[in-house]
């Protein structure tokens, strides 16, 4: 059973005053300090100029009136659906409902034949997506690294044609440029039967880093959301700032200035056309203070965004979120034990769309094929927390204890019979469950191991492009594709 959409919101690290408080001195800031943005974007400081706010040329600086920004936080969507190709896997996103899934752009990837680390390039991209295909718990495929055999003018357009072409699922990219965009959009629409048809039931979306923090607008992911916007393709507005680094050193500091710099991208997203599916994507992480690198594996970051998805909801927009930022190098003990405690703190906070949960190694800079297969149990087994315990009359099972009773074993009971294969985990075989003599004989494998033969095998299976032949011909033939043909 696939485990997206479950509820979390079972784990609240700030009461309700706390989330007020934040709120209210994000609005405050906003208004007092304001935000900087890059040159080249003036039709931005026409807009919103135009909708009230104070703009600084000499300063450089914007000043968000507080009903502004409330007015148009209103106007973005509650809820909305990213969809799957096929239908089995649409996210359905609001509230406390959780999706988790793989994300990075990396430029390198750990090798699944030689283990060793090298540059990514466009099959690695469809490699991951079949193996994302496969695998239950991994609910959306989010572009894990870079195709570095690929032009940069063409990377968004082959990026996401690689992974369409090894999974139905929901397809999102970290969009390059508006051109990308614009020519992505126009091959998709002929997989997904039309423009119209794509944007009413969108298969594909894009995240934008529209913040450079502490408080700034980047030009180019400013343009691209804006362009997600007037063609109704799901968008996020991205802050991810590093506490001690390019926000303050505490994690309230560090989520007041978050809150602030999502809701001034959520304004210019809502002011350029309104009522278009946006997420909330406040990503807080560390700054290791001895090298000033990104910190992604703390527990902290985990707590900072179960706080994250309470200020989304405080503002009734679902959310962009990130888990499972290993800074260890291999898929070892450290890589496990970051990765759990920052998903199970995500999916029971309720993170709506929790990227970067599968795949991801070294602080953001490695992906890992067998990761792929050793997160998705990890995310399972978080999300089977949401599960709850059911205390219904056969999960009571007061008529299965009398009918053994004393002395008895539930070994040949009915109730075991109904029961045996729903109400604990059932992995995906990468956990050994055996007794020692025959974990020796099967020659005695670590996790890593088998998570690496799964992928393998995986990957060996015949090839089954995911987009219709002749659709895939029409669009080798007018666009700039640059993964081979089967």
Not at 101 to 115: S, W
Not at 272 to 277: C, E, H, I, Q, Y
Request: hydrophobic fraction near 40%; proline fraction near 4%.
């Amino acid at each position: 059973m696939n485990s997206g959409g479950l509820m979390g919101g079972i784990y609240k690290p700030l009461n309700p005053e706390q989330v007020e408080l934040i709120h209210g001195e994000a609005l405050r800031l906003l208004e007092e300090v304001g935000m900087t943005y890059e040159s080249g974007q003036n039709d931005v400081l026409a807009l919103v100029k135009h909708a009230g706010c104070r703009v600084d040329r000499t300063a450089m600086r914007l000043f968000f009136p507080r009903q502004l920004i409330e007015e148009m936080v209103a106007q973005a969507p509650g809820e909305f659906t990213l969809y799957s190709r096929d239908g089995k896997n649409d996210l359905h996103l609001g509230k406390d409902r959780v999706y988790a899934g793989t994300g990075g752009t990396t430029v390198h990837i750990l090798d699944l034949d030689t283990d060793e680390v090298r540059q990514s390039v466009v099959k690695d991209i469809h490699n991951v997506a079949r193996i994302v295909e496969e695998m239950k718990h991994i609910h959306f495929f989010q572009n894990c690294c870079v195709p570095n055999d690929v032009p940069i003018e063409h990377y968004d357009l082959n990026i996401v044609f690689a992974a369409m072409m090894g999974t139905n699922k929901h397809v999102m990219f970290g969009c390059n440029f508006d051109h990308g965009l614009r020519e992505t959009f126009r091959m998709v629409a002929r997989i997904a039967g039309g423009k119209e048809a794509l944007k009413v039931k969108p298969i594909f979306s894009i995240s934008a880093c529209m913040i450079i923090s502490p408080l700034k607008f980047c030009t180019q992911s400013t343009v691209n959301v804006r362009t997600a916007a007037e063609l109704n393709v799901p968008t996020t507005v991205t802050s991810a700032p590093m506490s001690g680094s390019t926000s303050p050193m505490t994690m309230a500091g560090t989520l007041l200035q978050t809150h602030a710099e999502v809701l001034a991208g959520i304004t210019v997203h809502q002011l350029t056309r309104p009522g278009a599916p946006v997420l909330y994507g406040g990503l807080p992480a560390m700054a290791e203070m001895r090298s000033m690198g990104y910190q992604g594996g703390g527990v902290e970051c985990g707590m900072m965004q179960a706080a994250i998805h309470q200020l989304s909801q405080r503002v009734d927009v679902p959310n962009y979120a990130s888990s499972g930022l290993s800074d260890s190098k291999i898929s070892d003990v450290q890589a496990g034990w970051e990765k759990a405690f920052t998903t199970g703190l995500a999916v029971m906070g309720g993170n709506n769309y929790i990227h970067h949960a599968a795949g991801m190694l070294e602080s953001m800079q490695c992906v890992a094929y067998e990761l792929y297969v050793i997160d998705d149990e990890i995310i399972g087994q978080a999300c089977k927390i949401l599960e709850g315990i059911s205390t219904g009359e056969d999960h009571l099972a007061f008529e299965a204890i009398h009918e053994v009773g004393p002395g008895g074993n539930y070994l040949m009971s009915p109730h075991t019979m109904r029961h045996l294969r729903r109400q604990y985990f059932q992995g995906n075989g990468v956990s050994d469950k055996g007794g020692r003599e025959e974990w020796i004989q099967q020659g005695s494998l670590s996790a890593r191991d088998r998570a690496r033969a799964i992928a393998c095998a995986i990957l060996d299976k015949p090839l089954e492009p995911r987009i219709h032949p002749e659709i895939e011909k029409e669009i080798r033939s007018d666009f700039d594709i640059f993964l081979s043909a089967f």
